[in-house]
């Protein structure tokens, strides 16, 4: 493992200063995935109402694409609307709506200059038809980017998508065309909405919420995660790049050991397998 950041030292170097200093490191996440958090907290605290920090949301999703395009990440997933959402106020969700056609249009164009490729996840029959329009629009305007896959979780929820990917399984089934005995992870993934995407190695949530929230429950099974206090609106390149260099320090092990434990002698079987040898060593009281 390469030499761990010191993060606290990190934090007091300039912007530019942490992207040098994480990019140079190495081992960065092929896929970072957002629980964008904290709008509606963040236009509370001005007396705005919460449309506003909608709004002003946007600017922070420029700001992590862009660091993500810096940093050299494959993926970066923005959980944009949920299932859950469809449950809010009904002139919020249509405002939500309007500002997603709003910033695929507004955005477009600086999405292709840094070469991005847009995708987008989710039960998208569920959109209102002029957002799956505008969606569909953007996305196949960026179909030929090769840089940075900007992954848009739109009317997205973990549980609906597993169901799915079960129903599909089922369909095989019941058409003779899959033995149920021969199902194995890679062809419950194949009906994933996210299906053809590289598992997140690091979930961030903003607002200090730590919580899922039906996201990417099959796919973060492994993934790294990270709670930061900041909402949304607030975060910028920085807390991300920051982000990054606490992934770096951190070691993945996939249930194996750590690696200083590698190299232990094996435990004695019949001594291992002993009670009242533990009682003894542990001290434990009756």
Not at 137 to 166: M, P
Not at 228 to 248: K, M, S, Y
């Amino acid at each position: 493992m390469a030499q761990a950041h010191d993060l606290a030292a990190l934090g007091g170097l300039s912007e530019d200063e942490i992207f040098a200093a994480v990019v140079a490191r190495g081992d960065l996440p092929r896929h970072v995935a957002v629980i964008m958090d904290g709008n509606g907290r963040w236009a509370r605290k001005r007396r705005l109402p919460r449309v506003a920090g909608h709004r002003a949301g946007r600017h922070a999703v420029r700001r992590s694409v862009e660091a993500s395009g810096r940093l050299g990440l494959e993926v970066l997933t923005l959980y944009t609307f949920s299932q859950e959402n469809f449950n809010r106020p009904a002139a919020e969700v249509k405002a939500l709506w309007h500002f997603l056609q709003e910033s695929l249009v507004a955005e477009q164009d600086e999405l292709h200059r840094r070469g991005v490729r847009l995708v987008a996840t989710g039960d998208l029959d569920r959109l209102p038809g002029p957002a799956q329009e505008a969606l569909q629009r953007t996305v196949d305007a960026l179909a030929g980017n090769t840089g940075l896959v900007l992954n848009l979780a739109v009317a997205y929820g973990g549980r609906q998508e597993i169901v799915a990917a079960a129903r599909a399984l089922a369909r095989r089934v019941a058409a003779g065309g899959l033995d149920p005995e021969t199902i194995g992870e890679e062809d419950f993934a194949r009906g994933l909405w996210t299906a053809g995407l590289p598992d997140p190695d690091l979930v961030i949530r903003t607002s200090g919420e730590a919580r899922l929230s039906n996201f990417l429950l099959w796919q973060a099974a492994y993934a790294e995660l990270l709670i930061t206090p900041v909402l949304w609106p607030d975060f910028g390149a920085r807390d991300l790049a920051l982000a990054v260099a606490d992934f770096q320090n951190r070691e993945r092990r996939f249930g194996a050991l750590p690696a200083d434990e590698q190299d232990l002698p094996p435990a004695d079987p019949a001594g291992a397998l002993d009670p009242s040898r533990w009682k003894r060593l542990l001290q434990v009281r009756r």
